[in-house]
Nanobody
Framework: QVRLVESGGGSVQTGGSLRVSCVAS????????MGWYRQTPGKPRELVAK???????TYEDSVKGRFTISRDNAKNTLWLQMNSLKPDDTAVYYC??????????????WGQGTQVTVSS
């Protein structure tokens, strides 16, 4: 069973920075892609940023220029560096990983989530 463990959330004021980390229990190079999602109460989980095995990165429009996703395959770790934080960034942030088991089967894994709170 794949485990994803997040850390690094917390509380900051507007304009501050945080970095959240996600450590996987297996080689992250095996995943077809990994990413960060966030969710606030009553709303669906939304993609923040993702990176695929080839290194192609996608960002949600509202975080472009402020957030940076990166990884270290040797450490099995995915990061999300968040700068110029705004109150609207307040959410639980989840690490996600997708493993292509076969041509027809894609296993999806989620971390437990880490709270990020930005105060005005």
């Amino acid at each position: 069973q794949v485990r994803l463990v997040e850390s690094g959330g917390g509380s900051v004021q507007t304009g501050g920075s945080l970095r959240v980390s996600c450590v996987a229990s297996m080689s992250i190079f095996s995943f077809s892609d990994m990413g960060w999602y966030r969710q606030t109460p009553g709303k669906p989980r939304e993609l923040v940023a993702k990176i695929n095995r080839e290194g192609t990165i996608t960002y949600e429009d509202s975080v472009k220029g402020r957030f940076t996703i990166s990884r270290d395959n040797a450490k099995n770790t995915l990061w999300l560096q968040m700068n110029s934080l705004k109150p609207d960034d307040t959410a639980v942030y989840y690490c996600n990983a997708n493993l292509l088991v076969s041509a027809l089967i894609l296993d999806t894994y989620w971390g437990q989530g880490t709270q990020v709170t930005v105060s005005s």
